[in-house]
């Protein structure tokens, strides 16, 4: 569509050019010996509605910071209004530090695999850690996993894990020739293991 179109014959524009001669007026900034233009208006104050001051920018910033929005409130209650309004009047907590509830493991530097990490654990911090997590509690689906794997919850990594590769060989689909109660043991004692795994006791 080009501008000699018939839509636009006729058409004319309603805004107002300004003489050329006519250069607008500019008011001054009325803070006490700024020069610049005020380009801003600033309320006068609560009982004069309607009228205005003119800052540049940089003395409204000014203007506005020390401005009282509510007249009828005492100074320390603008104070803190003040400072409530900086942090958008919510409440601020300090941010805690989490503390490593297990000892680190002795060199930052990457092993390269988990394996070779566990190999430099020396037999006795591997007893004091079982023991350690034998002595707590048990979860409701640990117990679960010692009881579904028939064994007593102070059984051995070792005694788990034959356990699990004779119950895997027991119930396996071959062995049984898909009998379906046989497949329900099967994934039973699977999840057993991975909880008990997952848990640390193998």
Sequence with gaps: ??????????????RKKPAPDHEPSRAKCQWDGCEKNGTHRAPVGRDAEGLYLLFCPEHVREYGK??????????????????EA??????????????ASEMPLPSTAR????KATNARK?????QAAQVDLQRRKLKVLEAKAFETL??????????????YKQRLKMHHPDA???ER?????LRASIDAHKILKLNGFC
Excluded: C
């Design 181 to 185: 109660n046989s497949e329900d043991e």
């Design 150 to 163: 028939d064994l007593s919850p102070d059984a051995t990594p070792e005694e788990i894990r034959s356990r």
């Design 66 to 83: 020390g401005y009282n929005f509510a007249p009828n409130l005492s100074d320390p209650l603008i104070r803190r209004y003040q400072t």
């Design 86 to 99: 900086a942090n958008g009047s919510r409440p601020t907590w300090g941010t805690g530090i989490n503390r």
């Design 111 to 114: 092993s390269g695999s988990a």
């Design 176 to 178: 049984n020739h898909g």
């Design 1 to 14: 569509m080009t501008s000699d179109s018939k839509i636009f014959v006729g058409l004319r524009s309603t």
């Design 122 to 126: 020396s037999a006795a911090e591997r």
